[in-house]
Structure formats: structure tokens, C-alpha cells
């Protein structure tokens, strides 16, 4: 089974840096070599969130001077559109990251320039980059900046509709809709006939397979690592927070961090906890609880993407945080922002 699985980010890359130089001038073809290779991302893992957002801004700032030094030696090579567009994403990225204006603005601006100069061939380029970037811009959408991109997502598909990337922008755009899982599976369902590669469908089958759960009780049952076996039917009675995560994924210890906060500020035995440990080793897990504090039970079965638990509720993203109502039904697939809220409203 093809299994989509989340991206980790890569950690901290500041010797890796200044191990690897961004441009030894030479001919274009060697200096585009080198912009490309650093696709291939930072290459030490991070053990916190803090360090893998340290990591993320240091990479994002090598590529950035890669593609400056590339584009002032070679302003009129065939790459330089491409270079333009990376560069303009980069910047945007960075601008996330740091909330500088100015970096969004230089961003926009090459994005246009490359446009007033592309060719018909290249246009379907700037018209994704140009989706992209909305997206990266409103960040954590409301509801209207969800409906504009989603107005923007099939307004390239209807330009565009043999472009290879429409089915995975209709994934992307469903990922912001799990609040509104009509929409969602609509998207899916749009998405799914188009998708190609070894990714995508199985992706697009987890999020499908998770996504008809809304609404509905699930069985989620296994060994913990406390001991005891553990069982979502078991806790029905009040709101039940299920929260998978895994050591090796930065983001879940925020996510555990958040977690614990919030179920802090809320009246006490308000709600449940239940973890679900992706780790193949339980010492990991073990260390991680240990560390953060947490004593909620956590499933383990060692099986980590494989465990049938984990394939049967279509989980292919960490962290993961639902949030069951008092009858065990699934209210929200993702329920970390604004958890008090939306307990609140289970227990009215």
C-alpha cells in the first residue's frame, strides 16, 4: 500500500551551511546545480520545534542567497525565470516566518516581474505561484479567506485543467477545510481521479477514509505505554481529545505543549485525554512524556505508520488532534486552535 506520509521537518543547518557554499562562480549550468541540490532540504534532524524553526530560517536564508548570487551572475539565462519564482517563494516564506513586510513585497514584485516577461508555456507557473502564494500569505484562514482561495484553486484548474499540480492544490486547499467536511470531500473528490504518482492516492485514500469519520464513533483500542490496554468506547461520558503524535515529529511536542495548556485552562475532569504514539520504540515515547510531563494514557504498538489503528482512521499527518463528543462521535478533525471553544459548545 502506497502510504502518504507527513514531511518532518529538517533541523538545524547552520554547520551544514557553512559547509556547503552557496555559489563557487562558474558556468550556469553548475550554479543552477547548486540551487537545485539544496531541494534536498537540511540534512540533521531537529530534536524541538524551536530548533526545527531555526533550521527551517536558516536553509530558507541559504537558498535565498543561492538564488541572488545565481540570478546577478546570469540575468539572462534560461533558469532565471525559474530563479525568480524560487526566489519570490523563498522570500515568502520567509516573511512568514518573521512578519518583515518588506520581504512579502520583494516577493510579490519578482513574482510579477516573471509574469510581464512569460511566455505562454510559462504562464500555468505564475498563475500557481501566484495561488501559492495567497495561500502562504492568509496563513490560518477564516472562512472568507478559505472561500477566496478555494475560488482562486479552481480558477487555475479551469485555465489550466491538464496541469499536473491540480490535484495536489485540491488536496492542499481541502487541508484548510476540515472545519467544513462537506467541502472537504468534495475537494477530495474532485482531486482524486486527477492524482498521479505513488504519494498522492494514497494520501488522498487516508484523507477520505479520515474525513468520513466526522460524525460518526470509531473503534481506537491497544496496549499503552503506562501498561493497561486502552479504549476510546471506554471514556464516553464527556469530551474525549485524541491526540497522535510521535517523538520524531518536532511540531507534535508543540502540539503535546499546547495540548496540555489548554486542557489546563478548562475546568478540571472537563475531558478526556487520549495519546496514540507513532514511534516504533517506546523508549522514545516514554522519554517524551516523561520530559513534557504528560500522564494521559498513550496507545503504543510499536508499529508506527503501519499500525492497523493508525491505517484504519487515516491518520497521515502529525500532530493529529480530534476532539470526540460525550457519545464518542468525531466533532472535529483537528481541534487544537480554539480547543476551549469547542468543548465548551460539546458540554452546553
Same mark, same amino acid.
Do not use: C
Given at each position: 500500500?502506497?502510504?502518504?506520509?507527513?514531511?518532518?521537518?529538517?533541523?538545524?543547518?547552520?554547520?551544514?551551511?557553512?559547509?556547503?557554499?552557496?555559489?563557487?562562480? =562558474?558556468?550556469?549550468?553548475?550554479?543552477?546545480?547548486?540551487?537545485?541540490?539544496?531541494?534536498?532540504?537540511?540534512?540533521?534532524?531537529?530534536? &524541538?520545534?524551536?530548533?526545527?524553526?531555526?533550521?527551517?530560517?536558516?536553509?530558507?536564508?541559504?537558498?535565498?542567497? !543561492?538564488?541572488?548570487?545565481?540570478?546577478?551572475?546570469?540575468?539572462? /539565462?534560461?533558469?532565471?525565470?525559474?530563479?525568480?519564482?524560487?526566489?519570490?517563494?523563498?522570500?515568502?516564506?520567509?516573511?512568514?516566518? !518573521?512578519?518583515?513586510?518588506?520581504?512579502?513585497?520583494? =516577493?510579490?514584485?519578482?513574482?510579477?516581474?516573471?509574469?510581464?516577461?512569460?511566455?505562454?508555456?510559462?504562464?500555468? /507557473?505564475? #498563475?500557481?505561484?501566484?495561488?501559492?502564494?495567497?495561500?502562504?500569505? %492568509?496563513?490560518?484562514?477564516?472562512?472568507?479567506?478559505?472561500?477566496?482561495?478555494?475560488?482562486?484553486?479552481?480558477?487555475?484548474?479551469?485555465?489550466?485543467?491538464?496541469?499536473?499540480?491540480?490535484?495536489?492544490?485540491?488536496?492542499?486547499?481541502?487541508?484548510?477545510?476540515?472545519? #467544513?467536511?462537506? !467541502?472537504?470531500?468534495?475537494?477530495?473528490?474532485?482531486?482524486?481521479?486527477?492524482?498521479?504518482?505513488?504519494?498522492?492516492?494514497?494520501?488522498?485514500?487516508?484523507?477520505?477514509?479520515? &474525513?468520513?469519520?466526522?460524525?460518526? !464513533?470509531?473503534?481506537?483500542?491497544?496496549? &499503552?505505554?503506562?501498561?493497561?490496554?486502552?479504549?476510546?468506547?471506554?471514556?464516553? =461520558?464527556?469530551?474525549?481529545?485524541?491526540?497522535?503524535?510521535?517523538?520524531?515529529?518536532?511540531?507534535?511536542?508543540?502540539?503535546? /505543549?499546547?495540548?496540555?495548556?489548554?486542557?489546563?485552562?478548562?475546568?478540571?475532569?472537563?475531558?478526556?485525554?487520549?495519546?496514540?504514539?507513532?514511534?516504533?520504540?517506546?523508549?522514545?515515547?516514554?522519554?517524551?512524556?516523561?520530559?513534557?510531563?504528560?500522564?494521559?494514557?498513550? %496507545?503504543? #504498538?510499536?508499529?508506527?505508520?503501519?499500525?492497523?489503528?493508525?491505517?484504519?482512521?487515516?491518520?497521515?499527518?502529525?500532530?493529529?488532534?480530534?476532539?470526540?463528543?460525550?457519545?464518542?462521535?468525531?466533532?472535529?478533525?483537528?481541534?487544537?486552535?480554539?480547543?476551549? =471553544?469547542?468543548?465548551?459548545?460539546?458540554? /452546553?
Amino acid at each position: 500500500m502506497n502510504v502518504f506520509r507527513p514531511r518532518v521537518l529538517p533541523g538545524l543547518v547552520l554547520l551544514w551551511a557553512s559547509l556547503h557554499a552557496p555559489l563557487h562562480a =562558474g558556468s550556469a549550468e553548475d550554479d543552477w546545480r547548486a540551487v537545485v541540490a539544496l531541494d534536498a532540504g537540511p540534512q540533521t534532524r531537529p530534536r &524541538t520545534a524551536e530548533e526545527a524553526r531555526d533550521g527551517a530560517q536558516a536553509h530558507l536564508a541559504l537558498q535565498e542567497k !543561492t538564488l541572488r548570487a545565481y540570478l546577478a551572475r546570469h540575468p539572462g /539565462e534560461a533558469y532565471a525565470f525559474e530563479a525568480r519564482l524560487r526566489l519570490s517563494r523563498a522570500l515568502q516564506i520567509r516573511a512568514a516566518f !518573521t512578519g518583515e513586510e518588506t520581504l512579502r513585497a520583494e =516577493g510579490r514584485r519578482l513574482l510579477e516581474e516573471a509574469a510581464r516577461t512569460a511566455t505562454a508555456e510559462q504562464m500555468p /507557473e505564475v #498563475d500557481f505561484a501566484r495561488v501559492t502564494a495567497y495561500m502562504r500569505a %492568509i496563513g490560518q484562514p477564516d472562512r472568507a479567506g478559505r472561500t477566496e482561495l478555494l475560488r482562486r484553486a479552481r480558477e487555475f484548474r479551469a485555465k489550466h485543467p491538464q496541469d499536473r499540480r491540480v490535484a495536489s492544490l485540491l488536496v492542499e486547499v481541502a487541508a484548510l477545510f476540515d472545519s #467544513d467536511p462537506k !467541502t472537504k470531500l468534495a475537494l477530495l473528490g474532485e482531486a482524486q481521479p486527477l492524482a498521479r504518482g505513488d504519494e498522492l492516492p494514497g494520501r488522498i485514500a487516508d484523507d477520505l477514509r479520515r &474525513t468520513g469519520l466526522f460524525g460518526k !464513533t470509531f473503534a481506537l483500542r491497544g496496549p &499503552t505505554v503506562q501498561g493497561p490496554t486502552a479504549n476510546v468506547e471506554e471514556l464516553r =461520558g464527556k469530551p474525549v481529545v485524541v491526540i497522535f503524535f510521535a517523538d520524531f515529529s518536532p511540531p507534535s511536542t508543540a502540539a503535546l /505543549e499546547r495540548l496540555q495548556q489548554a486542557v489546563a485552562g478548562l475546568p478540571k475532569d472537563a475531558l478526556r485525554v487520549l495519546g496514540v504514539s507513532l514511534d516504533p520504540r517506546r523508549d522514545a515515547t516514554v522519554s517524551l512524556l516523561r520530559g513534557l510531563g504528560v500522564s494521559w494514557p498513550v %496507545i503504543l #504498538d510499536g508499529q508506527g505508520w503501519e499500525s492497523p489503528a493508525v491505517r484504519a482512521l487515516g491518520i497521515n499527518t502529525l500532530p493529529t488532534v480530534w476532539l470526540l463528543d460525550a457519545a464518542g462521535r468525531l466533532r472535529s478533525l483537528q481541534a487544537l486552535p480554539g480547543l476551549a =471553544g469547542l468543548v465548551r459548545q460539546l458540554r /452546553e
